[in-house]
Structure formats: structure tokens, C-alpha cells
């Protein structure tokens, strides 16, 4: 029977049935592929790419039951976040708003048979609060999202840069002061009694030498500045040159070290940065399992597109066949020195460079970045799963 043209009745209810969901006795999980009906679901079972599918997930079924998990507990929870919040919901009204999407993960594929058992595990874990009430149970996320995280990082980073010259200034005579006094014992004042030698004498204030006196001080002060409060007044003019300017080079050691501190950080933020998913579109890539057959062992291919993190669609090179792989299944491809690489994994990824050297002996290679901010930048000991040949 031919295929039903554009705008007849069949045409239009089977573009209808297409938009919904379907029944889930009819859908392939490992090949994520909805069938209508009990034939196509037939037809699709006995095809050569689900048997492809079949021969990859018998040599670990484990690994692919665990990706399921991840990915259903991952959307889950973006979807709770993002939806809810850290508000107290019911984990049904939750679950009937993520299978609406067709493209979600079924929960028979992962390691949990029930949503309850799912509820009691993301409670166990840490990553929800969970109660149970007569009408079901309820969950309320934790927000541990790196990303909040690194907003309030930022947040007291500003603060901190917020203070102005003058309270620096002060901060650092009262640390002077407060160090002063520490490395001093205080001394405890001794009164005496007034006495008068000639009663005769008068008392005379000469207040304009007084006031002379407080402005010379107070100039001297001000000249001399923080690090004065330091030195004694009977201390040389000479000393107390040194002084400021062993303090001045202390403080530009502490600038340094500052500095210092924070491209350490950055360097360490960028070695953090490090995943366990390094696939990329338009990089050649080498099959190394067995499953496939003889045909495709040791063959290169291009990726022509990352489905998910993990799995990707190539196309081999010389026959053209469309193979859709794990990535535990390929590795990368080292060209000769001076091609152009896609460094796949660390703080530069996703930026081309080109191959400098290789080290046979210590499996690593030396590339020199030529896009983005840190062009001509060279990295030395670059992994070679870390970087692959550019199609």
C-alpha cells in the first residue's frame, strides 16, 4: 500500500499521532527511536542498525544502564531546579511534566523500577529533602549548582574591590598600630606628686608655642606617614628612611604575591576543568572495538555530530558508512608535526592549534594554540587523548 499523499485525512492524522506520545511497549530505548504500532516496532527490531545497537550494549550492558541512570537523574533534577526552585512539590507532578517531553529517558531503562525508589535515593543522596505524607511524597531541591556557587565567589570578589583607598590605608595603620603594641610590653604609668621648688616663681603658658608645636607635629606626622607609627621618636632621620622603604618593598612583595596567587588559581581552575566526555563534531577519530565486525576494526572516521555527551554519529572514511558509537569505542588520531588539532579536553578546549612536537616515550605531545584569546600560546605534555586530527 503507497504512502498516503500530503493533505489527505490519513496523511494528516498520522502527522497528528507523530506530535504526541506513543505507547511505551513501542519504543526502543537503545536506539531512542518511537514506533507507532506493534509492526513498525517489528520491523524496527529486526533492522541492521538496532542489531548494531544490540551488539554494542552485550559487551557492557552495565555501562549503558548507567548512562540512562545519569542522564534521567540529570534532566530530573534541571528540571526540578529550574521549574521549582528549592519550593516543597510532589515528585508526581513532577515526573508528569519531564515525560511529557518525547524525548525524555524512560525510567524501565535505568536502575530504578519506581519513581518512589527514585525519590528515596535522590534523599539518600543528598541531592533532594524528601518526606512522606498520606498523599504521596514530596521533594524540595538542594541548590548546590557550581554555578551559584561561583556568582557568590564573584559577589565577594566585588566587595572586596570595592574598598577604596582610604580604608585600605586605615586597615593598614590600625595592623601597624595592633603589631606595635604586640611586639611591645605596655608599660604602666607612674604618678608622682606636684611639687613646687620656689613658691616665689610664677606660672607662665605660652599657648602660641604650644600650637606652633602641635602644627610642627603634625606636619612631621604627616610627612613621615603609617610606617612612622613604628619607630620611636629618638630613631635617626637615616633609619627611618630605611624603614619606609623596607616597608614599601614588602608591600610591592605582597602585591606580587597577590597576583601570583590569582594565575595560580587560574591555572589550577583550568586543569579542574577537565571531563570525562571529550567528543567533538569535524574531528577523525579511530574504531577499536571488535563488536562491528573485521570491516570497521581499526578504520578512521569523521564525527559528523555528538548526540549527547557520550555517544556520537561518524562516518567512516572510504566507505561512507553512518555509525553511531560510544566513545569508549574510539579513540583520538595523532597527525604528523604541523597539522592542525582540536585540543578536546581541559581549560582550552574547543580551540585549534597546531602540532609542534610529539613524545613517543612519554605518550604527550607539544601544540601552539592559534585561536581565541590565547593564540600562539604553547602547551607542552598534552595528553593524546587530549587533542585529535581536524577532518
Same mark, same amino acid.
Given at each position: ?50 542489531q ?31 521549574r ?28 530504578w523500577e ?32 557550581p ?114 596567587e ?6 589550577? =581552575? #583550568? &586543569? *579542574? ?10 574531528? /577523525? @577519530?579511530?574504531? !577499536? ?8 576494526? =581499526? #578504520? &578512521? *572516521?569523521v ?9 556520537? /554519529? @561518524?562516518?567512516? !572514511? ?51 594554540i ?22
Amino acid at each position: 500500500m503507497g504512502k498516503a499523499e500530503f493533505l489527505t485525512p490519513k496523511a494528516i492524522a498520522n502527522r497528528i499521532k507523530s506530535k504526541g506520545l506513543q505507547k511505551l511497549r513501542w519504543y526502543c530505548q537503545m536506539c531512542q527511536k518511537q514506533c507507532r504500532d506493534e509492526n513498525g516496532f517489528k520491523c524496527h527490531c529486526l533492522s541492521e542498525s538496532h542489531q548494531r545497537q544490540l551488539l554494542l550494549a552485550s559487551e557492557d550492558p552495565q555501562q549503558f544502564m548507567d548512562y540512562f541512570s545519569i542522564e534521567f537523574r540529570n534532566d530530573f533534577l534541571e528540571l526540578l531546579r529550574r521549574r521549582f526552585g528549592t519550593k516543597r512539590v510532589h515528585n508526581n507532578i513532577i515526573y508528569n511534566e519531564y515525560i511529557s517531553n518525547r524525548e525524555h529517558v524512560h525510567m524501565n531503562a535505568t536502575q530504578w523500577e519506581t519513581l518512589t525508589d527514585f525519590t528515596k535515593w535522590l534523599g539518600r543522596e543528598g541531592y533532594c529533602k524528601v518526606d512522606e505524607t498520606p498523599k504521596g511524597w514530596y521533594m524540595q531541591y538542594i541548590d548546590r549548582d557550581p554555578e551559584t556557587i561561583r556568582r557568590m565567589e564573584e559577589q565577594e570578589k566585588r566587595k572586596k574591590q570595592d574598598l577604596d583607598d582610604e580604608e585600605r590605608s586605615a586597615k593598614f595603620i590600625e595592623d601597624q598600630v595592633r603589631r606595635g603594641k604586640a611586639g611591645k610590653e605596655e608599660e604602666a604609668p607612674v604618678y608622682t606628686e606636684l611639687k613646687r621648688e620656689n613658691e616665689e616663681e610664677k606660672v607662665v603658658f605660652n599657648l602660641n608655642k604650644g600650637s606652633s608645636s602641635s602644627a610642627t607635629s603634625s606636619s612631621k606626622s604627616s610627612v613621615l606617614g603609617p610606617s612612622a607609627l613604628k619607630l620611636p621618636s629618638g630613631v635617626p632621620a637615616g633609619k627611618r628612611k630605611e624603614a619606609q622603604h623596607a616597608s614599601a618593598e614588602s608591600r610591592d612583595k605582597k602585591k606580587k604575591s597577590a597576583l601570583q596567587e590569582i594565575i595560580a588559581l587560574e591555572e589550577e =581552575k #583550568k &586543569k *579542574a576543568s577537565r571531563t570525562d566526555y571529550w567528543l567533538q563534531p569535524e574531528i /577523525v @577519530v579511530k574504531i !577499536i572495538t571488535k563488536k562491528l565486525g573485521e570491516k570497521y576494526y =581499526k #578504520k &578512521k *572516521a569523521v564525527v559528523n555530530e555528538v548526540v549527547d555527551k557520550y555517544t556520537a /554519529v @561518524v562516518r567512516v !572514511i572510504g566507505s561512507g558508512d553512518k555509525l553511531k558509537l560510544d566513545q569508549t569505542h574510539l579513540e583520538t588520531v595523532i597527525p604528523a608535526p604541523g597539522k592542525r588539532v582540536l585540543i578536546l579536553n581541559g581549560g582550552y578546549r574547543g580551540n585549534t592549534a597546531i602540532l609542534d612536537s610529539i613524545n613517543e616515550k612519554k605518550f604527550c605531545a607539544t601544540v601552539i594554540i592559534d585561536s581565541g584569546l590565547s593564540k600562539s600560546h604553547k602547551l607542552e605534555g598534552v595528553q593524546y587523548e587530549d587533542i585529535s586530527k581536524l577532518a
